[in-house]
Structures are given as structure tokens and as C-alpha cells.
Nanobody, 123 residues
Framework: QVQLVESGGGLVQAGGSLRLSCAASGRTFTYTMGWFRQAPGKERQFVAVISWGGGTISYADSVKGRFTIFRDNAKSTVYLQMNSLQPEDTAVYYC?????????????????WGQGTQVTVSS
């Protein structure tokens, strides 16, 4: 069992930045880690994914060039640096863990989920 706890969400003006953190506990941090987001009335949407070693990364087209995913395995934490935020980035952001060796971009590929952190971008 892995417990994931997100933090770092908040209210920011358009063009601003936030850094989300996701701290894992419970087992060794040998997972592929992903970030998803869900806006009201919409399906959960892939944002970014990073392999266990950090050597393989993928982003949704909507966040490429603005968001950066990275991890610190010594701290069992994955991060999402979000720059140039826009109102359409407003959502609850979730981190999730998938089995090492997998690289899913759909929610069904993940086994463990955090509780989410709200990001609101005002125009």
C-alpha cells in the first residue's frame, strides 16, 4: 500500500506559477508517477508522467513548455512545476503511482492516487 499526499495548490493570477508536491509513504518509492487534473464536470485528464529513474517523461500537449515534472527519490516525492498558468488550468490536481516499467497516460493505468489539491487561476 502506498499513500500519496499532494500539496502546493492555491489561487494564482494568470501568468503566475505554482509548484505542486506529492509525497509518498508506505512502501519503497519504485513507481512510475503521474499527474492528472480534473475540472468540474469534466473527466480526469492526463498532465504528465515520469519514470522511476526520471529518464522518461511525457506531457500532455496542453502543458508542454509550461509544466515540468521531476522527482526526488531520496525524498519519495514527485513535483509538478507549473509556469505561465492560465484560467483553463484551473482544476483539482492529483498525483498517482503506477507499477515500475509501465508508462500510462490514462487514469486506469494507475494503482494509487492522492486526495488532490485545488489549483485556481484567475484571469
Amino acid at each position: 500500500q502506498v499513500q500519496l499526499v499532494e500539496s502546493g495548490g492555491g489561487l494564482v493570477q494568470a501568468g503566475g506559477s505554482l509548484r505542486l508536491s506529492c509525497a509518498a509513504s508506505g512502501r519503497t518509492f519504485t513507481y512510475t508517477m503521474g499527474w492528472f487534473r480534473q475540472a468540474p464536470g469534466k473527466e480526469r485528464q492526463f498532465v504528465a508522467v515520469i519514470s522511476w529513474g526520471g529518464g522518461t517523461i511525457s506531457y500532455a500537449d496542453s502543458v508542454k513548455g509550461r509544466f515540468t515534472i521531476f522527482r526526488d527519490n531520496a525524498k519519495s516525492t514527485v513535483y509538478l512545476q507549473m509556469n505561465s498558468l492560465q484560467p483553463e488550468d484551473t482544476a483539482v490536481y492529483y498525483c498517482a503511482a503506477a507499477s515500475i516499467g509501465q508508462f500510462p497516460i490514462s487514469p486506469g493505468g494507475y494503482t494509487y492516487w492522492g486526495q488532490g489539491t485545488q489549483v485556481t487561476v484567475s484571469s
